[in-house]
């Protein structure tokens, strides 16, 4: 696609309940990223993928949190149990390689927990 | 610990005039510094520097990096009313941290007709 995918662009859930985001980066893009924003708050970094290397898993919050890459391309960030401090704005970004090339982000989805 | 700072956090200014939007930075194992708008949803990739006094312009918009201050600055010049967004910046870290980046808390622009 043109640009970055990401889905669903709105979510409400009930605490405990765990939620899976989507993104689609844009085509021939090796580098993923999820970035999380919350009110108020910076973009905060929370996991990369490049190529088939290791993530980098340095930036989630807890182990409620994980994400895979399949294939190289669609990535899914799973959250489980949901807790309220959860609600944000999940962003996904995608770029040609990791370093020195600009990110482009996908429009996000919000996350509300009930 | 790696920070990113912006100023001011908002701005109200009328069509036409200019302004200057700050960004200072602490971040070990520096890469490079990228400037974003945001309105309502995606961030949109404005400029990406690398060399300190290299001006980048486009348009309206230029900006530049002073790698000795540690500081970047983004000027609109005759700013219209869709100038008006959080404008983002943030520093990319090389070595072990590659390619993720450190946000600022952006600085909101309004620009009143």
């Known amino acids: 696609g043109a640009g970055v995918s990401q889905s669903p662009s709105n979510k409400v859930t009930e605490k405990g309940k765990d939620v899976e985001l989507r993104c689609d980066p844009i085509?021939?893009?090796?580098?993923l990223y999820w970035y999380r924003q919350s009110l108020g708050q910076g973009l905060e970094f929370l996991i990369y993928?490049?190529?088939?290397?290791?993530?980098?898993k340095s930036g989630l919050p807890s182990d409620r949190f994980s994400a895979e890459r399949t294939g190289g391309s669609v990535s899914t960030l799973t959250i489980q149990r949901t807790q309220q401090e959860d609600s944000a704005v999940y962003l996904c970004a995608s770029s040609s390689r990791s370093g020195n090339q600009p990110q482009h982000f996908g429009d996000g989805t919000r996350l509300s927990i009930l | 610990e790696d920070k990113v700072v912006q100023s001011p956090l908002s701005l109200v200014v009328h069509e036409g005039d200019t302004v200057t939007l700050n960004c200072s930075y602490e971040?070990?194992?520096?890469?490079?510094l990228l400037w974003y708008k945001q309105e309502k949803k995606a961030p949109t990739f404005l400029f990406m520097l690398?060399?300190?006094?290299i001006e980048k312009k486009s348009g309206r918009l230029s900006s530049i990096l002073d790698k000795k201050e540690l500081f970047s600055i983004l000027n609109i010049t005759a700013t219209q009313t869709g100038d008006s967004a959080v404008y983002l910046c943030?520093?990319?870290?090389?070595?072990?941290?590659?390619?993720?980046?450190?946000f600022g808390k952006g600085t909101k622009l309004s620009v009143k007709p």
């Open positions: 971040v070990t194992n520096f890469r490079s």
């Open positions: 993928f490049q190529g088939n290397s290791a993530p980098d």
């Open positions: 943030a520093v990319e870290r090389g070595g072990g941290s590659q390619g993720n980046l450190i």
């Open positions: 690398t060399s300190s006094g």
């Open positions: 085509s021939g893009h090796t580098a």
